[in-house]
C-alpha cells in the first residue's frame, strides 16, 4: 500500500463520533490532568476521525489509499498554497512515498504504522476487551477549521469520558497514561518525519496534493479561470444547434474537438457557426485521447448516452492540460440532454460507472433554467401552500416533424430503441423529473400510464400521445405529453393543502395561497449564477468542485428513468405497475 505523509491527515469529516466515545477509546478511562492536557493537544489537530477496533484501522488505511490516493506529486504551474487533488495510488511518480520504503519518508512510514499499531495493540489488551467501543484517532485535519474551535471540540469530548474514569484504580490509570502518551508520541514523530520528507523532495513554491472533499465528485480544485475546454460528442441531437448558436461567441468556453461519425453533419454545422474542420473527429475515444477535455457534451441519441459515460468513465484519472494560463487536473465531466438513458437498466448501470469512477454528470434540461420552476419549487419547501396533494405537468407540441426538426434528430427521436418511445420518453420525462425534484427523490408507489398514436401516418413505430399518473403516499401527478397540441406548452400545476402555485411561461408564476379570493400574479425572482445557465454551471462543477444537485442530478434521474420505464410497461399491459421506494 502506498500512502504520501499528507494522506495519514485526511479529511475524516464524514467519520466524526460527536458521542459514545471519548478522546482516543471509549472505554479508555485515563486520568482527568491527561485528559485536560491532550484535549490542547486536539487543539492542534484539524479533524478527530472514528475507526472501530484495529482491523478496520488497517482498512481505513487502504480506503485512504483507494480513495485519493497518494502521492506527494506537485502540479506544474499550480500556485503555492493553493489546494490541489489527489492522485490514484497507481499513478505514483517521482517524489511519491512508499510506507516502509527507502529513505527518511519511508522511515517516516514505519514509525508511523509501527506506533499506531503498537499504541492499538496496547488499548485492545488492556481496556478494550468490549467490543462495543469506538475508537477514535486524532488526526491533523486539512486545515479548514482554526486551533481554538478544534480545541473547544477535543474538551468537549473528554467532558463525556469524566464520568466514567472513576470506574478505575489510580494504578490502572496511570499505566495507560504512560502507554497513551509513548504511543501517540511516536505517532506524530513519525507523521513529522514524513512531512519533512515529502516537502523535502518537492519543488520550491510546490505542495502536497491531498485528497478532495467527499462530498465534491469531481477533484477538480485548480485554477477557475480560463475557457472550459469540452468536447461535443455527437450532433445528431437538434439541441446542439442551440448550444452552437450560444457557444461560438461565448470567452469562457473553447471547444477542443467534436466527435461524430457522420462527417457531413459535421461539415454542415461547421459551415453555419464557423468551427475548424481540424476539430472533428470520427471517434469518441479518439477525440478525448487528442484533445484531453475538461468535459463532454452529449448530444447523440438517448440509447447511447450509456455508451458515452462508458467511454468518459476511462478518462477520469488525473492529467494536466494546459489552455492559456489554466492548468487543470481532474477527471471528466458529463452533461448529456435530457432523459438520461432510454431504460431503468442502462440509468441504473450509468449511475454505477459514474459513482465507480468519481463522474459527475449533469442531465440537462431547458426547464433547469427556468426562474418560476425554481420559485415554485421555493414556495413549496417554505411551506406556503401547505403539503403537496396533486402536480399536473404539461408538456408538448404540434409535433418533431410538424416543427420541422432535421432528419438526423427525427429519425432516432422516432425510433423506440433509440428514443425509448415517442412522446412518452421525449416529454413526459419533463414532468416526470419536477415530481420527483420536488418529492425529494421519493420513487412513486404506482405507476400507470396510457398512451395513443394518434397520427399513425406520422409516427408509425412510436406513440404520439401519453398520460403518465404516479401516486405517492399522499399525492399524485398527472403527466402529460404530447406530439399533438396546437401550441407548444411547458409548465406545471402545483397543488397544495393550503395553497396554489402555477407556472407561466418562463418567468411567471400565479399563485393562491389560503384566504385569497383570486390567485396572484407574481414575477419569479432571476436565478443567480451559476444556477442561472447550463455552462456557468458545469464550470462551477469542473472549475469549482460543484456537485450537481437537484433536478439535473443523477440521483433524481434515475428514478426518472425507472418511472418512464415503468409507464411503458403500463402502457403495453393496461396495469399499473408497481415502483414502490423500496425497488
Not at 504551474?77 to 516502509?100: F, I
Not at 474514569?165 to 502507554?179: D, I, K, L, N
Not at 460528442?233 to 467534436?258: C, E, S, Y
Not at 487536473?329 to 440532454?337: F, W
Request: charge should be negative; hydrophobic fraction near 40%; aromatic fraction near 8%.
Amino acid at each position: 500500500m502506498r500512502v504520501a505523509a499528507n494522506h495519514f491527515f485526511v479529511d475524516f469529516a464524514d467519520h466524526v463520533s460527536d458521542g459514545k466515545t471519548a478522546l482516543f477509546a471509549g472505554d479508555l478511562r485515563v486520568e482527568q490532568d491527561l485528559e485536560e492536557e491532550v484535549a490542547q493537544l486536539l487543539g492542534r489537530f484539524g479533524v478527530v476521525g472514528a475507526v472501530k477496533r484495529v482491523e478496520n484501522f488497517v482498512g481505513l488505511l487502504d480506503e485512504i489509499g483507494a480513495q485519493g490516493g497518494v502521492g506527494l506529486l506537485a502540479v506544474p504551474g499550480a500556485p503555492p498554497g493553493g489546494p490541489q487533488t489527489g492522485h490514484h495510488r497507481d499513478e505514483l511518480v517521482e517524489g511519491g512515498t512508499d510506507v516502509g520504503g527507502r529513505g527518511e519518508g519511508g522511515l517516516g512510514g514505519v514509525t508511523a504504522v509501527l506506533s499506531f499499531g503498537f499504541f492499538w495493540w496496547h488499548v485492545g489488551n488492556t481496556t478494550l476487551a468490549k467490543e462495543s467501543g469506538e475508537w477514535l484517532v486524532a488526526l491533523r485535519g486539512s486545515g479548514r477549521a482554526s486551533g481554538e474551535k478544534e480545541e473547544s471540540k477535543g474538551k468537549r469530548l473528554t467532558q463525556r469520558s469524566q464520568r466514567k474514569s472513576t470506574e478505575f484504580t489510580e494504578m490502572e490509570g496511570a499505566m495507560r497514561s504512560v502507554w497513551v502518551w509513548i504511543g501517540l508520541a511516536m505517532a506524530v514523530m513519525g507523521m513529522g518525519m514524513m512531512m519533512a520528507s515529502g516537502q523535502e523532495r518537492q519543488p520550491a513554491g510546490m505542495h502536497a496534493l491531498p485528497s478532495p472533499p467527499r462530498d465534491v465528485p469531481l477533484a477538480v480544485h485548480g485554477p477557475g479561470s480560463g475557457p472550459l475546454q469540452v468536447v461535443i460528442a455527437g450532433m445528431v441531437h437538434g439541441h446542439v444547434d442551440g448550444f452552437l448558436a450560444g457557444a461560438v461567441k461565448r470567452t469562457d468556453l473553447q471547444i477542443v474537438g467534436v466527435a461524430e461519425p457522420d462527417r457531413a453533419l459535421f461539415d454542415a454545422y461547421a459551415k453555419k457557426y464557423g468551427l475548424d474542420a481540424k476539430l472533428y473527429h470520427a471517434d469518441l475515444e479518439e477525440a478525448i485521447e487528442a484533445t484531453k477535455p475538461q468535459a463532454v457534451l452529449v448530444y447523440t441519441n438517448t440509447f447511447d448516452h450509456r455508451k458515452v459515460v462508458e467511454i468518459c468513465a476511462k478518462h477520469t484519472r488525473s492529467f494536466v492540460q494546459t489552455g492559456n494560463d489554466v492548468r487543470v487536473v481532474g477527471p471528466l465531466a458529463v452533461m448529456m440532454e435530457k432523459p438520461l438513458a432510454a431504460s431503468a437498466e442502462d440509468a441504473r448501470a450509468i449511475a454505477d460507472i459514474a459513482n465507480t469512477s468519481h463522474l459527475p454528470i449533469i442531465v440537462n434540461y431547458w426547464t433547469l433554467w427556468e426562474p418560476n420552476r425554481r420559485a415554485a419549487y421555493d414556495i413549496v419547501y417554505k411551506g406556503e401552500i401547505g403539503d403537496v396533494r396533486k402536480v399536473v405537468a404539461h408538456d408538448g407540441h404540434k409535433g418533431p416533424k410538424e416543427i420541422g426538426v432535421g432528419p438526423e434528430f427525427l429519425g432516432w427521436l422516432t425510433d423506440p430503441k433509440l428514443n425509448g418511445g415517442g412522446a412518452l420518453y421525449d416529454f413526459g420525462c419533463y414532468g416526470a423529473d419536477f415530481m420527483t425534484w420536488l418529492m425529494n427523490g421519493e420513487r412513486p408507489l404506482t405507476v400507470t400510464a396510457v398512451t395513443q398514436q394518434i397520427k399513425p401516418d406520422v409516427y408509425p413505430k412510436v406513440e404520439d400521445e401519453a398520460t403518465i399518473v404516479l401516486t405517492y403516499p399522499k399525492a399524485q401527478a398527472i403527466l402529460q405529453a404530447s406530439w399533438n397540441w396546437p401550441f407548444g406548452r411547458a409548465d406545471v400545476e402545483v397543488y397544495g393543502k393550503t395553497g396554489t402555485v402555477f407556472t407561466r411561461g418562463r418567468d411567471q408564476l400565479e399563485v393562491r395561497r389560503e384566504g385569497d379570493a383570486e390567485p396572484k400574479k407574481v414575477t419569479a425572482p432571476a436565478l443567480i449564477g451559476p444556477q442561472n445557465e447550463p455552462i456557468a454551471y458545469l464550470r462551477a462543477v469542473v472549475m469549482e468542485g460543484l456537485k450537481p444537485e437537484g433536478a439535473g442530478s443523477l440521483e433524481i434521474n434515475v428514478v426518472v428513468a425507472e418511472i418512464l420505464d415503468a409507464a411503458r410497461e403500463s402502457a403495453k399491459s393496461g396495469r399499473a405497475v408497481k415502483l414502490g421506494a423500496g425497488k
